[in-house]
């Protein structure tokens, strides 16, 4: 049996008869997001009022604002130019959008990891990193938190390639997000004295042997560093680890 798919040419136009709206909600966060949501404006600059309010109140900076118009659609007298049109506008993909985080590995003679804590109450201690900007590589971003969160630069040294996560997102409103795993220079206590913290984003860092630096790190965090460290000591020939963190009663 065949199947014949006949093509309607159509047009889409904007509603002129309904505002269009301007939504923004922040981004900030590691491992989960901050979530705050500025709700439904017809006007650009409220928005931004929101946005400007939020940033001074709480410190977060990166936010996703979202336009949205309201448009009908019709079929299209015009011929071959509509059915162009609808052909072209048929083959568009729209790319899911990943947030993505990266994160560093530093460790000292003695085996211990850096941690750093946030600058908020009761929250977990995390590896010096962050969310990848937009315009850098997730090296880049590694390379400019540890000079923005300890004082220290390192861009000459050798980073290497520890881990990549895809991490589903733990509720419908979130995002999945792409998270990557390098290791730092080694450092000495001589260094010590030159970790300048960011105030505004941490209050705190220490060194950690491995086993007591996993119970203090975010958990999906030090699953993460787990998991890497196994793969790296299990084979040192391909160290690099791809891994996945799935949540159960999000999983089809």
């Given at each position: 049996?065949?199947?014949?798919?006949?093509?309607?040419?159509?047009?889409?136009?904007?509603?002129?008869?309904?505002?269009?709206?301007?939504?923004?909600?922040?981004?900030?966060?590691?491992?989960?997001?901050?979530?705050?949501?500025?709700?439904?404006?017809?006007?650009?600059?409220?928005?931004?009022?929101?946005?400007?309010?939020?940033?001074?109140?709480?410190?977060?900076?990166?936010?996703?604002r979202?336009?949205?118009d309201?448009?009908?659609?019709?079929?299209?007298?015009?011929g071959?130019?509509?059915?162009?049109?609808?052909?072209?506008?048929?083959?568009?993909?729209?790319?899911?959008g990943?947030?993505?985080?990266?994160?560093?590995?530093?460790?000292?003679?003695?085996g211990?990891?850096?941690?750093?804590?946030?600058?908020?109450?009761?929250?977990?201690?995390?590896?010096?990193?962050?969310?990848?900007?937009?315009?850098?590589?997730?090296?880049?971003?590694?390379?400019?938190e540890?000079?923005?969160?300890?004082?220290?630069?390192?861009?000459?040294?050798?980073?290497?390639?520890?881990?990549?996560?895809?991490?589903?997102a733990?509720?419908?409103?979130?995002?999945?997000?792409?998270?990557?795993?390098?290791?730092?220079?080694?450092?000495?206590s001589?260094?010590?004295?030159?970790?300048?913290?960011?105030r505004?984003?941490l209050?705190?860092?220490r060194?950690?042997?491995?086993g007591s630096?996993?119970?203090?790190?975010?958990?999906?965090?030090?699953?993460?560093?787990?998991?890497?460290?196994?793969?790296?000591?299990?084979?040192?020939?391909?160290?690099?680890?791809?891994?996945?963190?799935?949540?159960?009663?999000a999983?089809?």
């Open positions: 049996m065949s199947r014949v798919f006949r093509f309607v040419p159509y047009t889409i136009t904007q509603d002129e008869a309904v505002c269009p709206e301007y939504i923004a909600e922040c981004v900030a966060g590691d491992e989960e997001e901050c979530g705050a949501h500025s709700g439904r404006f017809v006007d650009r600059g409220d928005v931004e009022a929101w946005m400007f309010g939020h940033a001074r109140d709480s410190g977060h900076r990166p936010f996703r979202t336009f949205t309201f448009a009908d659609v019709g079929q299209d007298q015009a071959e130019e509509g059915r162009d049109r609808g052909e072209r506008a048929g083959g568009v993909t729209i790319a899911h990943f947030p993505v985080t990266a994160y560093v590995l530093i460790m000292d003679r003695l211990r990891m850096l941690l750093v804590h946030p600058a908020k109450a009761d929250g977990p201690w995390h590896l010096p990193g962050g969310i990848v900007e937009p315009g850098e590589s997730p090296l880049d971003a590694v390379r400019r540890v000079r923005e969160e300890l004082g220290l630069t390192f861009d000459t040294h050798i980073w290497q390639f520890l881990a990549v996560e895809w991490l589903q733990a509720r419908p409103e979130r995002r999945d997000r792409l998270s990557f795993l390098f290791t730092g220079p080694r450092l000495y001589s260094d010590d004295g030159h970790i300048v913290l960011q505004e984003e209050d705190a860092w060194w950690e042997y491995t630096a996993l119970e203090l790190l975010h958990p999906r965090l030090s699953a993460r560093v787990a998991r890497a460290l196994r793969t790296h000591r299990t084979h040192r020939a391909h160290p690099v680890s791809y891994l996945e963190a799935r949540n159960e009663e999983t089809p």
